[in-house]
C-alpha cells in the first residue's frame, strides 16, 4: 500500500513539474469587441449586437510564436447585414485576418495583415512595453495568472454616417485620451515570453489582454500542448513596411472610408444599395 502511493505521489509530482515546465503548445483564444462602447445613435445600437466575437490561436516554442486568426467558414456573421430586410442601415462587417510571427531569440515581429483586399507585411523590432507588475491573480483556463499593466495609444477615433446624402446624420465618438490603459494576465508555469497580436515580454504566456476597461478583450480558452509545429513559419508575402508607416496607412484609408460612408473594415450603405 506504501508502494502504491508513494507511486501516485511520484506521477502526480512528474505531471505537476511537467506542466509548470510547459514551453511549447497551442493557447487558444477568444477576442471580444464592444461594438456599442463608443456609438451614441440609438438607431445604430439597436441594430448591431453589443459585442463582436472571434477566435485566435497561438502557437509557440521557446524560439518564436505565431498568432493567427481562426477562420470559420460556415459560422453565419451575426453582423452581416444586419437590419437590411426592414430597409435600414445596412452594415458589413469585415473582420481582417491576421497573423504575427514573433521571432523570439531577434527580438522582431512580422505581422501580416489582410485588409481592404490587400496585404500588408510589417516588419519591425518588438514592442518594449514599461510593464507593472501587480501581486493579484487570478485562474484562466486552469492556469494562475499575474497582472500585469500598462499605457498604449488609444485606438484611433472614428466616425460613422447614416444615410444617403449631405445631411446624412452622423454619430460621432466622444474625444478619447492618446493612451488608454492595458491590463494583462500572464502565467509563470508556461514560462515563454509570448501572448496574442505583439504583445509579450513578460516572463510567462499572456492568457488575456483587456485594452481601455473592457472595449477590447482577448483571453485564453484552452490550453494544450499539441500543436502543428510544420506550421510555425513566418509569413513572406504582402507589400512590406514598419509599424509606423503601417499606422499612416491604416490612417489615410479610414479617412478615405469615412468620407465613403465606412470605416475601417465596416461597410455602411441603405438597406437595398
Not at 185 to 202: C, K, R
Request: net charge positive; proline share 5%.
Amino acid at each position: 500500500m506504501k508502494k502504491l502511493i508513494f507511486s501516485f505521489l511520484l506521477v502526480t509530482s512528474v505531471s505537476i513539474a511537467a506542466i509548470a515546465q510547459m514551453k511549447e503548445g497551442k493557447i487558444s483564444y477568444e477576442r471580444k469587441i464592444n461594438m456599442h462602447r463608443f456609438i451614441t445613435d440609438p438607431e445604430m445600437k439597436a441594430r448591431i449586437p453589443e459585442f463582436r466575437t472571434d477566435k485566435f490561436e497561438l502557437i509557440f516554442t521557446e524560439q518564436a510564436s505565431l498568432f493567427r486568426t481562426v477562420v470559420d467558414d460556415e459560422a453565419p456573421d451575426p453582423f452581416a447585414n444586419n437590419g437590411g430586410d426592414r430597409g435600414g442601415v445596412r452594415f458589413n462587417f469585415r473582420m481582417p485576418e491576421t497573423s504575427t510571427y514573433t521571432d523570439i531569440n531577434a527580438q522582431m515581429q512580422y505581422e501580416s495583415r489582410a485588409m481592404f483586399e490587400k496585404t500588408f507585411l510589417v516588419i519591425d523590432s518588438m514592442k518594449q512595453n514599461k510593464w507593472k507588475i501587480s501581486d493579484e491573480t487570478k485562474t484562466i483556463a486552469k492556469y494562475v495568472c499575474k497582472k500585469a499593466t500598462t499605457m498604449v495609444a488609444a485606438p484611433q477615433q472614428m466616425r460613422m454616417r447614416i444615410g444617403n446624402g449631405p445631411r446624412a446624420a452622423e454619430d460621432s465618438v466622444a474625444p478619447k485620451p492618446k493612451e488608454v490603459e492595458l491590463v494583462v494576465w500572464y502565467t509563470e508555469e508556461i514560462p515563454v515570453s509570448v501572448g496574442p497580436d505583439n504583445y509579450a515580454g513578460l516572463p510567462g504566456a499572456i492568457l488575456e489582454v483587456n485594452t481601455d476597461n473592457g472595449s477590447n478583450v482577448i483571453m485564453a480558452t484552452e490550453v494544450s500542448t499539441k500543436f502543428p509545429k510544420k506550421e510555425l513559419v513566418q509569413p513572406t508575402k504582402g507589400d512590406k513596411m514598419n509599424r509606423a508607416q503601417f499606422q499612416d496607412a491604416m490612417k489615410k484609408i479610414m479617412e478615405d472610408m469615412q468620407r465613403g460612408g465606412g470605416m475601417g473594415g465596416i461597410r455602411i450603405s441603405r438597406g437595398g444599395n
